[in-house]
């Protein structure tokens, strides 16, 4: 058997420069848990199929790295895996894992989370395979989590099953704010005016944010010149 589990391991605001991106590392952990060894691993990962048009690249400086491994021989990595029209992170043509052996591979995609025609919810997860000694091809799909020797209770998507899709979250907010009427009433004092005020809040990532709170020290910003709330 082959157990593969894949996780979210990083969360920033996108390299790119682009506001409202933002880059995802993922953390995937392949472990042979049967009794034979497996040879010619590969990895599939098709994330902008997964992520539709959220999906922006991968991250150049976050291409697929082995981060760790106690692998007989450690598999390739395909130099042409783009998490999208190549979704092959392994070459294929080698690899070997005896019982208990793991490989851990990171890298990193940049996410446009409210892209227009976004998922509803972002989830994602890898296909891993090898061949037996009798040259059976033994498949797994990640389960969201960390242990690839469990079911992964309570991690984020968590079904109960050991295939859950690893779900794909990240909070923003901004905050606009600006003058659009000055209301001029003769009523009021010479000198003094009814200033009108736009306050507009954005959530940009796809995550629920709750219990929001906007704070503005007028008097400690205008000082005597603010004079209170019409």
Do not use: C, W
């Not at 760790?68 to 992170?89: E, G, H, K, R």
């Not at 080698?94 to 972002?122: M, N």
């Not at 797994?140 to 242990?147: I, L, R």
Request: glycine letters at 8%; aromatic letters at 6%; hydrophobic letters at 35%.
């Amino acid at each position: 058997f082959v157990n593969v589990t894949k996780e979210v391991t990083d969360i920033k605001s996108a390299s790119s420069g682009v506001f409202g991106n933002f880059d995802i590392t993922f953390l995937v952990r392949i472990q042979n848990t049967g009794s034979d060894v497996l040879r010619n691993i590969t990895l599939e990962d098709k994330v902008s199929t997964h992520l539709g048009s959220t999906f922006i690249r991968l991250v150049p400086t976050g291409r697929p790295s082995i981060v760790s491994s106690d692998a007989t021989t450690v598999p390739s990595l395909n130099p042409s895996f783009d998490a999208s029209l190549d979704p092959q992170i392994f070459l294929g043509t080698d690899g070997e894992l005896a019982r208990l052996e793991e490989i851990l591979v990171s890298f990193t995609v940049e996410i446009d989370p409210d892209a227009p025609s976004a998922p509803d919810e972002l989830t994602n997860q890898v296909l891993v395979s090898g061949s037996d000694s009798n040259g059976n091809v033994i498949m797994d799909s990640s389960d969201s989590g960390d242990d690839p020797r469990t079911n992964n209770l309570g991690a984020p998507g968590d079904t109960g099953g050991n295939d859950d899709p690893t779900p794909v979250g990240a909070a923003g907010i901004s905050i606009s704010y600006q003058q659009v009427d000055i209301l001029y009433d003769p009523n009021d004092e010479i000198g003094k005016h009814t200033v009108e005020m736009d306050i507009r809040v954005r959530n940009y990532g796809n995550v629920p944010l709750e219990d929001l709170q906007i704070n503005n020290a007028l008097l400690d910003q205008l000082g005597p010149a603010f004079v209170g709330f019409p």
